[in-house]
């Protein structure tokens, strides 16, 4: 039987490319090749989409675009003939089918909707969300309204763009309605990039400068004491989960180098409270995903008070994927391997 042709996106324009290029990595490793055949896309930090054909360790320590048979690649934007331009030396393009992408891109022009309009544009399925909700999903402070919205408890926030920032404004809002310490964020930005703990109104304007630096709008949350879990959900209409798993950072709140440098976390599957709570969180876990109009894959992030408390934090629409990814992992705890599940992603962008 013949094999149906996967191109695999990976790296681009995002501080979070180094953990795309380690996610896609653990993808293409996995994926059942007696099933598929793969054709690997990469973005440099530059943004040049090139076709790559060497080994996955290029792909790892980030030296895959140096390799001397690399092509320049595009998307074509032809419905009618789904799929991927490769220009020769010669100047001339050959097209090659694709049957379906999976974008293992993280962060912006990847995860934000960017790629996914381009992909709906060029009628090639594709793995993940749709333009909307990978776009919605990305920003935290319209993440938060819409969930809010939908009568979920979220963490209590308030956002600001540098156009309407004051800093004492800000400082009175937050005494007057939740207190410090807070967390300041870049609204759309993944990976716990650009996040700052902020104790008191001397800090609070060092740290919402520092998050203007990757963003144009930066989201101020209260500290929620607790533990945080996440809720892993693959479906379109139909959805499953995996089993409630917690994360246990090393330091004092879950940072960039906690997730990808020092490798000192902990992840606990299932989450370590009753299972009355973890089948709460489930379902809560569901009723975001549904409520932002996710397709394929989410993950869904929530704090759990000493209380028992659920509270909304985050969404991320291509989480972590490598073989150890907190994604993976409750996927599995919950009986599909990680090769299963890349073949049930792929099954559901084909179905949609």
């Given at each position: 039987m013949k094999r149906v042709k996967?191109?695999?996106?990976?790296?681009?324009?995002?501080?979070?490319?180094?953990?795309?290029?380690?996610?896609?990595?653990?993808?293409?490793?996995?994926?059942?090749?007696?099933?598929?055949?793969?054709m690997c896309i990469g973005i440099t930090e530059e943004g040049k989409w090139?076709?790559?054909?060497?080994?996955?360790?290029?792909?790892?320590?980030?030296?895959?675009?140096?390799?001397?048979?690399?092509?320049?690649?595009?998307?074509?934007?032809?419905?009618?003939?789904?799929?991927?331009?490769?220009?020769?030396?010669?100047?001339?393009?050959?097209?090659?089918?694709?049957?379906?992408?999976?974008?293992?891109?993280?962060?912006?022009?990847?995860?934000d909707g960017t790629v996914q309009g381009l992909l709906q544009l060029s009628?090639?399925?594709?793995?993940?969300?749709?333009?909307t909700s990978s776009a919605v999903s990305m920003d935290k402070a319209f993440t938060q309204d819409l969930v809010k919205s939908a009568g979920i408890v979220t963490t209590?926030?308030?956002?600001?763009?540098?156009?309407?920032?004051?800093?004492?404004?800000i400082d009175k809002h937050i005494h007057e309605n939740f207190g410090y310490p807070v967390f300041v964020k870049p609204s759309s930005s993944g990976s716990s990039v650009g996040i700052t703990?902020?104790?008191?109104?001397?800090a609070l304007d060092r740290a919402v400068q520092y998050a203007f630096t990757f963003d144009r709008k930066v989201i101020i949350e209260k500290e929620v004491r607790g533990i945080e879990v996440g809720c892993a959900v693959y479906g379109n209409e139909e959805l499953s989960t995996g089993v409630i798993g917690e994360i246990e950072p090393s330091r004092d709140f879950l940072d960039y180098d906690d997730k990808y440098l020092l490798g000192e976390i902990k992840q606990h599957v299932p989450a370590r409270v009753q299972s009355e709570v973890l089948e709460a969180v489930k379902q809560r876990?569901?009723?975001v995903y549904r409520v932002l109009g996710c397709r394929g894959?989410?993950?869904?992030?929530?704090?759990?008070?000493?209380?028992?408390?659920?509270?909304?934090?985050?969404?991320?629409?291509?989480?972590?994927?490598?073989?150890?990814?907190?994604?993976?992992?409750?996927?599995?705890?919950?009986?599909?391997?990680?090769?299963?599940?890349?073949?049930?992603?792929?099954?559901?962008?084909?179905?949609?």
């Open positions: 996967i191109a695999v996106l990976f790296g681009g324009m995002s501080t979070e490319h180094q953990v795309s290029l380690q996610s896609a990595a653990a993808v293409i490793e996995h994926i059942p090749h007696d099933i598929y055949e793969v090139l076709h790559y054909i060497g080994g996955i360790d290029r792909i790892r320590d980030g030296s895959w675009h140096q390799h001397t048979t690399c092509r320049p690649a595009s998307i074509l934007v032809d419905p009618t003939r789904p799929g991927i331009l490769l220009l020769d030396d010669n100047g001339q393009y050959e097209h090659v089918h694709v049957d379906c992408v999976f974008p293992v891109l993280h962060g912006k022009n990847g995860e009628g090639i399925p594709y793995v993940g969300c749709d333009t209590e926030y308030l956002y600001v763009t540098q156009a309407t920032y004051d800093a004492k404004r703990k902020v104790r008191d109104a001397e876990g569901m009723e894959l989410a993950r869904v992030d929530f704090f759990i008070t000493p209380a028992g408390e659920i509270i909304f934090n985050e969404i991320n629409t291509m989480p972590g994927f490598t073989a150890s990814s907190r994604y993976p992992a409750m996927i599995a705890a919950a009986g599909l391997s990680y090769s299963e599940l890349i073949d049930r992603l792929i099954e559901l962008a084909r179905e949609s």
